[in-house]
């Protein structure tokens, strides 16, 4: 019987394992499945663009079935419940078990409110594709209210929006959220004025995009306060009431939103992990991906270092980076090449705020305007998944620069959005509850 490897989830860096490993599943040198508990992989860095509907919903997503069958990989839609390391075997929902000789942990991250009160429950996170539609459902609903609202004062707290979290998400969903105001939104509520638009931006730091060069973050600040974004820095959210935000400076926003884009911590299961984790909940490992000899975990949930000592980013490409070498050393350990370690490359970064202002650097190489726009652009075609997927994007943005958003509410309402939100209250006198 072939060696068993199991990877645990379908993000870039999970992908990244399987797509090197397909060579010897199909040979039949190993029995390749994968688990995750959705059905498809998510190109979070267009999430923004999603929440907003400049582009589909369905189209950055991509089915994990057919990536895995003509790869002869098993795809499990299941969640990992608990894991018997002694046993190598896997405890999923329904009763089932999966067996492993190598395991591969690859399953991302959840969000960290840093213990802010109010924050878990009346914030909205911001990592997945189901939190991109349901902060549309809700954005929408906010202007359907405050269409209905007679108060100027109740006007003003329903289209008001704080984001916690300057970094690059952040910067991008004010920036588009902004821009779907100023367009789309102004032109089907005309009666709505347009001073009553209010979008605040909190960070920590005495600048947005931190980490980034200085220049960038200026051009980033620059085009944001000419959107009309209020950029409250060097603060911090201490708590999220019904109505507004408070600040660590004592300052208070009136707001029915608040959106989190900040911090992270690895995911967990319903019970521990059995292993030793580090920062922020993440699982311990060498700069091989390591957390014991038939053990590995790479992206948001692993705690690593490269070989130089450097702390892995949590982004994309150290994920991808860090699948590459645990499939070179699966694959050493089956007697295939030699064993390995990351050293991380910084390929650059990407923030796309439109034609005249978004910024980038590849490969150290700093740019910004129309050619960065284009860079973002191509290189984010280039990442979609599936060539189907690829021209459904490109398409997408394409139309954007031609027509409205698309500002229809197809689910649910009460199973998408918050008790808070369905109360008919919110559109009467007073302040907004």
């Excluded at 960290?112 to 429950?121: K, L, S």
């Excluded at 954005?139 to 108060?151: F, G, P, Y």
């Excluded at 000592?309 to 994309?316: D, E, N, S």
């Excluded at 202002?357 to 290189?379: E, H, N, Q, R």
Aim: proline content about 6%.
């Amino acid at each position: 019987m072939p060696p068993r490897v199991v990877v645990i989830g379908g993000g870039f860096g999970g992908l990244e394992v399987c797509r090197l490993l397909a060579k010897d599943a199909r040979a039949g040198r190993i029995e390749l499945t994968l688990v995750d508990k959705e059905n498809f992989f998510q190109f979070n860095p267009l999430l923004p663009e999603v929440a907003t509907g400049a582009v589909e919903t369905r189209h950055i997503v991509y089915p994990l079935r057919s990536f895995c069958v003509p790869r002869r990989i098993r795809f499990v839609r299941n969640k990992v419940r608990s894991v018997d390391p002694d046993a190598r075997t896997l405890f999923l929902h329904n009763g089932i078990e999966l067996g492993y000789d190598h395991l591969v942990i690859a399953a991302g991250s959840t969000t960290n409110y840093f213990g802010v009160p109010g924050a878990e429950d009346r914030a909205f996170p911001f990592k997945t594709i189901s939190d991109a539609v349901r902060l549309r459902m809700h954005l929408i609903e906010m202007w359907e209210l405050a269409d209905q609202a007679t108060d100027p004062a109740r006007r003003r707290d329903l289209l008001t929006i704080v984001v916690a979290g300057g970094g690059i998400t952040g910067v991008e969903l004010c920036s588009t959220v902004m821009q779907m105001f100023r367009t789309t939104m102004a032109r089907l509520y005309p009666d709505i004025p347009q001073s009553l638009l209010s979008v605040h931006l909190v960070e920590a730091g005495e600048r947005i995009l931190g980490p980034l060069e200085p220049a960038h973050s200026a051009v980033a600040e620059a085009h944001l306060r000419k959107l009309g974004v209020n950029l409250v820095l060097n603060r911090k959210v201490t708590a999220v009431e019904p109505g507004h935000v408070s600040l660590d400076d004592g300052g208070v926003i009136p707001a029915h939103t608040l959106i989190w884009t900040t911090g992270i911590r690895g995911q967990t299961l319903e019970s521990p992990w059995p292993w030793p984790t580090g920062r922020a909940g993440r699982l311990k490992v060498d700069a091989g991906g390591r957390v014991n000899d038939h053990v590995y975990a790479i992206g948001d949930v692993a705690d690593c270092t490269d070989r130089t000592g450097a702390v892995l980013p949590t982004v994309a490409q150290g994920a991808m980076q860090a699948g590459r070498v645990v499939a070179t050393n699966i694959r050493a350990q089956l007697g295939q090449g030699r064993p390995t370690e990351v050293r991380y490359q910084d390929l650059g970064y990407l923030v796309g705020l439109g034609p005249h202002a978004t910024v980038a650097s590849l490969f150290g190489v700093p740019i910004s305007g129309a050619l960065a726009f284009y860079a973002w652009a191509f290189a984010y075609l280039l990442k979609v998944v599936g060539v189907r997927k690829q021209f459904e994007v490109a398409a997408d943005m394409i139309k954007s620069f031609v027509v409205d958003h698309d500002t229809s509410q197809i689910h649910d309402r009460r199973r998408m959005l918050r008790k808070q939100d369905l109360d008919p209250t919110l559109a009467g006198p007073g302040n907004a509850q």
